[in-house]
């Protein structure tokens, strides 16, 4: 089974930085767990490409799954992106959210330097 890949890579790679700056680590799990399959789909397409692969049922097998928990997580991050309103032609994370992330960690902050002024 061939993994069906709705996203590049590099379009993974890109939700997953915008988690790292607005701190939105949600959709950025989803799309490395699906970066992560593709490499293990890689791995076992690679096997069974060889002449001699031993234990082909198992590396089959293996590929199989990773393939039907890719379009489990393909499905996941489309239904994501749709109800959390980002942008699909870039995927960049809507402006509400991003605002929404700033304004928690700016809560966080005050936080964190109101217990520092306690006694």
Known sequence: MNLQEK???QQLEHMIDQAMIY???CPAQVARLM???REVHGYEQACLSRDDA????THHLIAEATAQAHAVLQACLDSVIELEGWDTSHLTMPE???KLQQQEIQRWLAGRHGQGSQP
């Open 96 to 98: 509400g959210l991003r």
């Open 54 to 57: 031993p234990l082909r049922e």
């Open 35 to 37: 970066l992560a399959l």
């Open 23 to 25: 701190q939105c680590a």
């Open 7 to 9: 996203y590049q890579d």
